[in-house]
């Protein structure tokens, strides 16, 4: 009889366990999809700010005189806009 009641209390101890470790691998793996979205969403981002960066930049080429000012040291001098970007991400043109 008391071989029942260890073999019983045994098996009690194992569905616990499994329930346990079923438990906490729905909760891994709840944990890593959400991990997976936010990664993505933050490789978007990184993407958008890259090409706004590449936007500004094609308006600074695009708008800057491409040739020194007349009546200067570098008249007729081919120039090449310059892009300055800032810690904080800003861009500007000089």
Same mark, same amino acid.
């Given at each position: 009889?008391? /071989?029942?009641?260890? #073999?019983?209390?045994?098996?009690? +101890?194992?569905?616990? !366990? =499994?329930?346990?470790?079923?438990? %906490? +691998?729905?909760? !891994?793996?709840?944990?890593? $999809? !959400?991990?997976? %979205?936010?990664? $993505?969403?933050? =490789? +978007?981002?990184?993407?958008?700010?890259?090409? &706004?960066?590449? *936007?500004?930049?094609?308006?600074?080429? /695009?708008? #800057?005189? !491409?040739?020194?000012?007349?009546? &200067?040291?570098? *008249?007729?001098?081919?120039?090449?806009?310059?892009?300055?970007?800032?810690?904080? &991400?800003?861009?500007?043109?000089?």
């Amino acid at each position: 009889m008391e /071989n029942v009641i260890l #073999r019983q209390q045994l098996q009690q +101890a194992r569905d616990e !366990l =499994e329930r346990r470790v079923e438990e %906490h +691998a729905a909760e !891994l793996s709840r944990a890593k $999809a !959400l991990s997976e %979205h936010e990664i $993505a969403e933050r =490789e +978007a981002a990184v993407e958008e700010v890259k090409e &706004s960066r590449r *936007q500004v930049l094609g308006a600074c080429l /695009n708008t #800057r005189p !491409l040739t020194g000012p007349a009546q &200067s040291p570098i *008249q007729g001098k081919k120039l090449v806009p310059k892009v300055i970007i800032s810690p904080a &991400s800003t861009i500007y043109c000089a």
